[in-house]
């Protein structure tokens, strides 16, 4: 008799999450397996403020939408199987059309518009790709990755993606009418 993995719910993993000896530590959901990420170092916690301030001013005084921060949660794909992905994100922006309340203490259920990952030299690049196919496939329409190592960011979105380097500009296309920054403004001098 073949013995049948046990994977972890969306439901499952929010439960494993309150319990004591998760609670200082960074989790996401992977196709039903816990994956443990890495605390963030101030300097990558210093490069999701600025682009709190420089992205999320742009949004909140145009009235686009809401903005997130600080690994929250999304659910970006759910399995019969119980194979759900539950993903953390440095940024993320989910345009007024399909939040226009305020947000609950959950997770939201879907993909945002647009997702920021600020990349650290410990994440891998396999996870990362995985990610931005998990954030394509659930309606993510822009994602940036940024690294600050490089002081570049690669911009991808169902079109494929691009390289942007410090004197580039990136802009928020269809996903973020009107914004437009200079790469070298995301990283702190």
């Given amino acids: 008799m073949e013995v049948q993995a046990r994977y972890i719910t969306a439901e499952r993993f929010l439960d494993l999450l309150e319990q004591p000896e998760y609670q200082d530590r960074s989790f996401d959901l ?19 403020s600025w682009l709190n301030i420089k992205i999320g001013s742009y949004i909140v005084e145009n009235a686009l939408g809401r903005v997130c921060s600080g690994d929250a949660g999304f ?15 440095d940024f993320a922006f989910i345009a007024k059309e399909r939040a226009p309340g305020p947000l609950d203490f959950s997770w939201y259920e879907q ?22 196919m998990q954030l394509l496939a659930a309606g993510t329409g822009l994602i940036w990755l940024v690294y ?15 390289t942007l380097h410090e004197g580039d500009r990136l802009d928020g296309g269809d996903v973020l009418p009107g914004f437009a920054l200079r790469v070298g403004d995301i ?3």
């Fill in 30 to 48: 992977v196709e039903g397996e816990l994956v443990e990420m890495s605390k963030p170092t101030v300097g990558h916690g210093e490069i999701v």
């Fill in 75 to 89: 659910i970006l794909a759910r399995s019969f199987t119980g194979r759900d992905t539950v993903r953390g994100l």
């Fill in 111 to 132: 993909g945002p518009d647009l997702a920021v990952e600020v990349i650290s030299p410990n994440n891998r690049a396999d996870d990362i790709h995985l990610k931005v």
């Fill in 187 to 189: 990283f702190p001098s």
């Fill in 148 to 162: 600050p190592e490089s002081r570049t960011v690669v911009a991808h979105s169902a079109d494929g993606a691009k």
